[in-house]
């Protein structure tokens, strides 16, 4: 027996069976996007390691290797766990690996035979991480994080950058395998925000290149890897035009992509294409919430079975279009006008506009039942609300039902 | 193979073995709030069914039948079939019951024997439940909720409410139990909160009162619920004091006081101890997330490895206490002074006091790999990031592994 929220097992069409609310992933747009984002990466000369924490959804890290992905990136150990348990081998840990239970994690991957990659800014840190992998008869590969003053993680400047490698040099069970960076957190409130990007990009260039002259690169080829879902175009450009020389290989993770957004990710998109004005079209948001009108108490206002706990609430959720329930295939109903105005844990306040809630002669007024397609900023926030989502196709029939594993 | 975050399938002890983060219940706290609200019900000679919505977590579900309460409150169909799964045969499902694959699932409950009632407030969704349950030859039990003007769902006056109750009753398959509310909803922001709840309160005794008069409660005992977890004291007294006769029982429903919390429900309780003050002790905060730092960057900063995935985000979550890597049974250390001023999905940023991370003569100074205590605000939405919690005791000892069933 399924136990979940949101359990699609009886439901041949969001509209027809499906327990609303229930996250859904379109497959044309994610189609789209999947192809988009890895001809970008290939056009780039960069390997693509998208960040699989958005998802968390080993079916999506599968499309993605399909794709033509390189490996799947990941935020934490039991992520990284999780998706090696789905098959993924190759796994870039894009954050400081603490902990002992969490050393414990991957050390198991990597005597399972998977290659990982995790991200040091500490002395401490490479001591503990080498005094535990060697005491296994285990290698690690780490890659030295580059920050920035008032970011979050990472070594500010290039002198503790090679200290840092020298330290790892003392640590036979450690490999230096590259330089890692997050552009997201460079401060961007400037009035050159791509200025700031591009220069931060340039210092990880300038930080891998000290490093080869200083001899501290061990692997055949080094990575050299950043770029979030908003600025990797400039990244990735920056990357593609440094000369790296054979040794390092420029690695893009962006995750968001995979299914886009209808807010946060959809403006940084508009950035994209104005500086990149060869690329044609871009991303497709990809991801809705559907859920029901439960209520109208009162003249203009809707209460929505939708709250926190099923949709990122970074901001407010995006009415997109209404369905009658019980009637698939019908044509979708306005819902020009409506506004989400508050989230609860389980509810949506939904302001609507005059007249919408009238008994109207078209027939398009709001009924109690009536289904409605939300858009949210910020896809992480709302996977993770869900141990279900289900794919499907532009007619909304469920072609799959997709497992999380947060 | 575990492929969640924060399984605790290799620990003994919070600080020994336990991947992190991860969120923990205290043993001793929880028990204490299990007979704090318990004996308020009573006391009030109300019912008890808890909120279940807060932490979906089927042991404690059991605890709390085991304290005393009559039944558990959820938010959701999916929720309900979650708590029946796990053996609740009564629940209060205190939200409209719309969407046919909804209904199928408490359809399905009701065949298997489950006592479920479930809350209407439109002639649209009467009439909708009527034929649904009619077809299938079971009968709902349904209460009237009373809501509030400029409030979420619920008939905003008495005459609605005699006329839902008239249209219950045109439906052979459902059968009208009684009354429900959610003084949550009611507008406080005036200099007298207290009294605006009072005010809630008594309409719903008048409306109960009328039903009862017009003839229309069906139910041998019918119920009158409210409450949530900030002003349940003010509910339980006008119910308890009203003169309801033989008809009507009060049925309490706060879920968040299972653990408490150190953000919204402590400030809350202040003002119930003040209202009540033959309540000695009031209730104790019995949930928190423990996480590493992972990154000392720069003088005043921590990176701790948690992040809006792992704790909830209404408010900051507040550092309450250190405890040194490795060494179950060790004291904790001080947190004076920090605070988290930024999270991220999986970061927390935490501003350290000057001399924080110095390496001082005292030996308390912060180090790579210090884990953290953490208390947050509003429990649902910490709860809803874990698919298992662990309930430890004092000595961070775990005792149980509790999965959650979001």
Known sequence: MHTDKGTIETGPNLLDGVSLPAAAVFEPA??????????????????????????????????????????????????????????????????????????????????????????????????????????????????????????????????????????????????????????????????????????????????????????????ETALITASGSAWYDLIAKVFHEASLGARFVPVLRPGCYVVHDHGLYREAQIGVLKRQPTLKQGLLPALEVFAQVQSLPEPGLAVVAMGKRDIGADRMPEPLRRYREGGPGAPALSVAGWEVVKLMDQHAFVRLPADADADGSD?????????????ASHPCLTFDKWRRVCRVDAALNVIEDMPTCF
Not at 363 to 375: C, L
């Open 30 to 219: 994610l189609a789209h996007n999947l192809a988009w984002m890895q001809a970008f990466a290939d056009a780039h000369g960069a390997r693509f390691a998208p960040h699989g924490k958005t998802t968390m959804t080993p079916a999506l890290f599968k499309r993605q290797l399909e794709a033509g992905a390189w490996g799947i990136t990941l935020a934490t150990a039991p992520q990284c766990r999780a998706a090696f348990a789905h098959g993924i081998r190759r796994l870039l840990m894009a954050n400081q690996l603490i902990g002992e239970p969490n050393m414990a994690i991957i050390a198991e991957l990597i005597a399972q035979g998977g290659e990982v990659y995790c991200v040091v800014d500490s002395a401490a840190n490479v001591e503990h991480l080498g005094r535990y992998f060697a005491a296994r008869g285990l290698r690690l590969r780490v890659l030295i994080e580059l920050g920035v003053a008032g970011g979050r993680c990472g070594c500010r400047d290039l002198e503790q950058v090679l200290a840092l490698a020298e330290g790892i040099h003392r640590q036979p069970a450690l490999a230096l395998a590259g330089l890692e960076g997050y552009e997201g957190v460079v401060s961007v409130d400037g009035s050159e925000p791509a200025a700031a990007i591009r220069a931060y990009g340039r210092r990880m260039v300038e930080a891998a290149q000290a490093l080869e002259e200083a001899g501290l690169i061990e692997a």
């Open 363 to 375: 027939g398009d007024e709001v009924r109690i039942g009536d289904i409605v397609a939300f858009g």
